[in-house]
């Protein structure tokens, strides 16, 4: 019985063989590594990773192909809402049976986990967020999504896709638009081009406070067209900020590096 797309999961299923093949070569899965797929669907690319691998992780909220998947032999299937996913415990699951007899942190700390996945276009930001708060256990990341959402993540300082997005994943990931995907690869095409990004953690990230970031970019982007010393400027004075940092600005003219730096510096005064 074909499965029908369902809207409310933001549902678009892969069928370009071509693509789906380009694809899994930009991931290059081997033999066991820990990988999980977000939203394997039909297991269009499922299958293809799965055969590298050998064993795959998959999260599907849909209970009806959730249920196909589990005939899979090689497959284990976590029915959830990713955003409900805690990937620290994948991360634990799938270390090497000799690793977790051993007890050591270190060499678990050694078995990252890689993720993949064609995520629903609907809630992607939200999902890549969620994932900031594993980023310790992962290896690397690669997602199809909108074409013009990965623009806005790559983007550079001083352009109009440069944006809070952009800010809050720059500073922990590196990242490359990898793959464009045309809207007839899926079935039913989208209304827009796709694109699929890689992710890769940054070894030595800056050490800052999320939360605080989080708020500072946001209220830096909250008015993008204002001088920042309407918004941020005004924020920082709230905060007992003594330090120096140019408001004569738009928020889309800084780059993530003084963002970085001075949510640092105002860590030592909030």
């Known amino acids: ?19 789906i093949d380009a694809i899994v070569d ?22 293809p990773l799965v ?11 849909d209970r009806d192909l959730a249920k196909r998947l589990r005939a899979h032999a090689q497959l284990t299937v976590i029915e959830s809402d990713v955003l409900k ?33 064609n995520l629903p276009y609907n809630i992607s930001t939200p ?31 001083a352009t109009s896709d440069y944006s809070r ?9 590196a990242m490359e638009n990898v793959l464009l995907v045309p809207p007839e690869s899926f079935d039913p ?11 890769l953690p940054l070894e030595v990230p800056p050490v800052l406070d999320v939360k605080l970031l989080s708020e500072l970019v946001q209220v830096a ?10 918004t941020l400027g005004r924020w920082l004075e709230e905060k007992a900020f003594g330090g120096t940092f140019d408001v004569q600005r738009r928020a889309e003219e800084v780059p993530v590096a003084q963002y970085v730096d001075l949510v640092q510096r105002l860590a030592t005064v909030v």
């Not at 066991?32 to 499922?46: F, K, S, Y």
């Not at 690669?142 to 983007?155: C, S, T």
């Not at 982007?221 to 309407?230: D, E, I, P």
């Open 26 to 47: 930009a991931i290059d899965p081997r033999p066991g590594q820990c990988m999980v797929e977000i939203g394997p669907g039909l297991a269009a690319m499922t299958q």
């Open 165 to 173: 997005l952009s800010v809050m994943l720059q500073w922990r990931y």
């Open 127 to 157: 999902i890549l967020f969620h994932l900031l708060d594993f980023v310790d256990v992962i290896e690397d990341q690669h997602f199809m999504l909108q074409k013009e959402v990965i623009d806005r993540m790559v983007a550079k300082p």
């Open 1 to 19: 019985m074909k499965h029908i797309a369902r809207k409310r999961f933001g549902q678009h299923f892969l069928t370009d063989r071509g693509i």
């Open 221 to 230: 982007f909250s008015q993008r067209r204002k001088l920042l010393r309407h």
């Open 51 to 61: 055969e590298r691998l050998g064993h795959l992780t998959v999260i599907e909220l």
């Open 85 to 117: 996913v805690d990937f620290s415990l994948i991360h634990s699951a799938q270390a090497a049976p000799e690793v977790i007899a051993s007890g050591s942190d270190s060499a678990v700390s050694n078995h990252k986990i890689r993720v993949v996945g």
């Open 189 to 199: 095409p989208p209304r827009v081009n796709s694109a699929v990004v890689r992710m």
